[in-house]
C-alpha cells in the first residue's frame, strides 16, 4: 500500500472505531449522554468511510470501494480481503495474517461487547460484588485486542526488507 494512503487509512478508520466505541458506549445510558452517544456514532462514519476510501485506493482499487465502511467493521473485512494490486512482483501480505487479524479483530468486539453487558449486569447490586473486575477487564482487552488487529491487517506486510537490502 503507498506510504501516504496507510496513514490516512490508520487515521480514519482509527479515530472512526474509537468514536464508535464511545458512541455506543454512551448510547446505550438511559441519562442525557445518550444523546452525546448518538451524536459521536453519527460523526464517526464519515471519518470511518474516509478512512475505508483511502484504504481501498492505496490498494490500487477505486475510492467507491470504500463506501463499503458505510456496514462498518463487515465493510472494512471486505477491503481487506480485496486484493492489493499495487504490490507490483513484492510478496503480497500474506492469508495467515489476514485471517488472524479478522480472528482478533472479532474476539476484540466480542470481549468488549461481553464487557459492556457484564457493567450492565453490575448495576444489580448483589451482582456488583460478583463480578468485581471482570466487566473493565473484557472492555480494556476487547480495545487493546481491536486495535492491534487493525494494526496486523492494516499495517505493513513486509515486516523484513528484501535479502538484497541491508538497511
Known amino acids: 500500500m503507498q506510504p501516504e494512503k496507510q496513514t490516512k487509512t490508520n487515521v480514519g478508520v482509527g479515530i472512526g472505531l474509537i468514536l464508535q466505541m464511545l458512541g455506543f458506549t454512551l448510547a446505550g445510558k438511559e441519562d442525557s449522554t445518550a ?17 475505508c ?3 481501498a485506493e492505496g490498494k ?12 462498518g467493521l463487515v465493510g472494512l473485512i471486505v477491503l481487506v480481503l480485496l486484493p492489493d494490486q499495487n504490490s ?8 495467515k495474517r489476514k485471517i488472524a487479524g479478522l ?7 466480542a470481549l ?12 444489580d447490586i448483589r451482582l456488583e460484588q460478583m463480578l468485581g473486575l471482570w466487566p473493565g477487564i473484557c472492555m480494556v482487552l476487547g480495545v487493546c ?16 526488507p528484501p535479502e538484497g537490502d541491508k538497511s
Open 112 to 123: 468488549l461487547v461481553l464487557g459492556l453487558w457484564l457493567n450492565h449486569l453490575g448495576d
Open 103 to 109: 480472528f482478533s479483530l472479532i474476539t476484540g468486539f
Open 60 to 71: 490500487g482499487h477505486s475510492k467507491s470501494f470504500g463506501l463499503f465502511g458505510l456496514a
Open 53 to 55: 476510501m483511502n484504504y
Open 145 to 160: 485486542l481491536t486495535i492491534a488487529s487493525l494494526v496486523l491487517m492494516l499495517g505493513h506486510g513486509d515486516l523484513h
Open 35 to 51: 444523546i452525546l452517544g448518538i451524536v459521536l456514532l453519527v460523526a464517526s462514519v464519515p471519518i470511518f468511510v474516509w478512512g
Open 88 to 95: 507490483h512482483g513484492s510478496v503480497a501480505r500474506s492469508q
